[in-house]
């Protein structure tokens, strides 16, 4: 094994909290999945493999305006230490603003709701990465992908 | 006015520098010359309702299912004006494909190309058991997205003895936001005659782009077919068709892609069929020209 591998596995296992449960707090970054296009999400694990957290985000598109929330609880029903199977369940509320681009129209606005159900696995240690599957459930039914990267503690 | 449009519109993708006049498609030559021909037999001038279909033929490779399709259904058969989209045309086959369809289900036509593809073409169709006249084309505003394609309307007007009906068939880009969709769709439907059809794919899909990155989001909000029924509404015209359901269908996703719009017509809703080989279905309505 090469030197750069044997530094990199120390470092992944030499953490002081290595035998320990895993960070209980999480601020991350949420790119496409609950968030839309982006979001920032938080969460925090209330008891051993069971945690609640929410994303938001806002963003525009082709001057298109979109605010989104998406409060979830996650379980982890496999994994142990700092790389663990989830599963999330939560609603999604949407607002989604057009401005009109001509003088005619006054434009629209439309807040609606719907559900992801997500699986995935995480890796939390200091820095947290997630990567989930998703299927979103509204007016529509979709599969969906997406990926966290944040922090922990 | 126009310098208050472009002003608005400045904060959309869409390349509004460039006007977008009605051009007789007269003058059109080569490489994206126009093709037409009157029906075999006109039909009569109607006392009653003119059926009005729309269909986005995905490029017409299978004429033969598709003519099977419309014929072989009670409803779709009796279809006075089909409003054809993404149809094209190569050398190769001797004749354009707007021609064959219409020679199989016995009706007149006129052949718009928007764009040059390979060695043909790819447009807007109009087929017609009426005569048609004053057939016109407009260059829709172009996105300064680079993947996306040049998109046009064509409108023409039915002659149904001594009345007549304008139609307007459009087919609206796929990766836009509703504001652009609303920018591309606004200069064919603002000066449009009071007594106007406007159908064709307009392509309001519930899924967002980001640089042709898709954004999926179910809830509904984003839907774009009730925000371009708010927008037509504005302007006057019914929408029979907003709650039609599902006119496409890929990977197991339907959506609400195609819509029909009226205004100064009596109009009753017909339905979506679902037939045919391509992505999108038939979609018709009765409308009573006045």
């Known amino acids: 094994m090469s030197r750069g591998w044997i530094v990199a596995v120390a470092i992944v296992c030499a953490s002081p909290a290595a035998s320990a449960e895993p960070a209980r707090h999480a601020a991350y970054v949420d790119v496409l999945g609950k968030a839309g296009l982006w979001g920032l999400g938080y969460d925090y694990e209330l008891v051993p493999r069971f945690a609640i957290g929410a994303v938001g985000s806002y963003y525009v598109l082709g001057g298109d305006h979109y605010t989104s929330f998406a409060p979830y609880a996650t379980v982890y029903p496999l994994g142990a230490h700092h790389v663990r199977a989830l599963v999330q369940l939560g609603p999604q509320l949407v607002r989604h603003v057009t401005p009109s681009p001509v003088p005619e129209w006054d434009g629209m606005t439309s807040t609606r709701g719907g559900a992801a159900l997500c699986g995935g696995v995480e890796y939390r240690r200091g820095v947290l990465v997630r990567a989930y599957g998703m299927l979103s459930v509204g007016e529509h039914v979709a599969p969906w992908l997406g990926v966290s990267v944040g922090w922990s503690r | ?290």
């Open chain 2, 1 to 290: 006015m126009r310098a208050l449009a472009l002003l608005v519109m400045a904060g959309c993708g869409l390349d509004m520098t460039a006007d977008q006049p009605w051009v007789s498609i007269d003058g059109i030559g080569a490489p994206l010359a126009p093709d037409g021909a009157p029906p075999p037999t006109a039909k009569p001038a109607p006392a009653g309702p003119v059926r009005i279909v729309t269909y986005n033929v995905q490029y017409g490779p299978d004429l033969a299912s598709a003519a099977a399709a419309l014929a072989g259904d009670p409803a779709l058969a009796s279809a006075d004006v089909i409003l054809v989209q993404e149809i094209e045309a190569y050398p190769g086959e001797g004749a354009t494909r707007a021609s064959t369809l219409a020679r199989l289900l016995g009706m007149g036509y006129v052949y718009v190309p928007a764009r040059v593809k390979a060695d043909g073409t790819h447009g807007l169709a109009i087929l017609s058991a009426f005569p048609i006249a004053n057939v016109e084309k407009m260059d829709l505003p172009d996105s300064r997205r680079h993947e996306l394609q040049h998109r046009i309307a064509i409108s023409a007007d039915i002659s149904l003895g001594e009345r007549s009906l304008h139609v307007i068939d459009v087919h609206l880009d796929t990766k836009l936001e509703p504001s652009e969709r609303i920018a591309q769709l606004h200069p064919a439907a603002i000066d449009a005659p009071e007594t106007t059809l406007i159908g064709g794919d307009f392509n309001t899909s519930w899924i967002a782009w980001a640089n042709g990155v898709p954004i999926i989001e179910t809830s509904g909000a984003s839907d774009q077919g009730p925000i371009v029924d708010s927008y037509m509404a504005g302007l006057a015209f019914d929408t029979p068709t907003a709650g039609c359901g599902p006119t496409e269908h890929m990977f197991g996703v339907e959506q609400r892609l195609d819509a029909i719009y009226t205004r100064g017509l009596g109009v009753a809703f017909g339905g979506v069929v679902r037939v045919g080989p391509s992505d999108h279905w038939p979609l018709w309505v009765d409308v009573t020209v006045p």
